[in-house]
């Protein structure tokens, strides 16, 4: 059983930043990623990492502002947020596959956390 727990959320202004973690436990899979939803919206993939090889993809809105990382020794995915705006805030979700997948940035997040709020204020 995988179990995913967020954390760093927050309020900022915009222009802010913030740092998102995600601690892992159980036997996650090469494929995790960073989702956000805000309220009346679909559920949006922002970011994920192929962590057997680096391999980070993003979506086209976060792109050259946010970036994720991993730290292998304590099982952590981070997601770092820089100059953060209105649009960015929502519900933001840690997430992994259940099985190896070659290309991390399908459909394949089987496992999300419990989300931690992110807040931009203009």
């Known amino acids: 059983q995988v179990q995913l ?12 930043s913030l740092r998102l973690s995600c601690a ?4 996650t899979r090469n494929c995790m990623g ?8 679909e559920r949006e993939k922002v970011a994920t ?4 090889d680096g391999t980070t993809l993003y979506a086209e ?3 050259g502002r946010f970036a994720i990382s991993q730290h292998n020794a304590n099982n952590t995915l981070y997601l770092q947020m820089n100059n953060l705006k ?6 933001y979700y ?17 496992y999300y956390g419990q989300g931690t709020q992110v807040t931009v204020s203009s």
């Open 34 to 41: 960073w989702f956000r939803q805000a309220p009346g919206k």
């Open 94 to 110: 840690c997430a992994s596959a259940a099985v190896w997948h070659k290309y991390c940035g399908g459909n394949v997040y089987e």
């Open 24 to 27: 892992a436990s159980g036997y």
């Open 86 to 91: 209105p649009e960015d805030t929502a519900m």
């Open 49 to 52: 990492m192929n962590t057997a």
């Open 5 to 16: 727990v967020e954390s760093g959320g927050g309020s900022v202004q915009a222009g802010g």
């Open 61 to 63: 809105s976060v792109k």
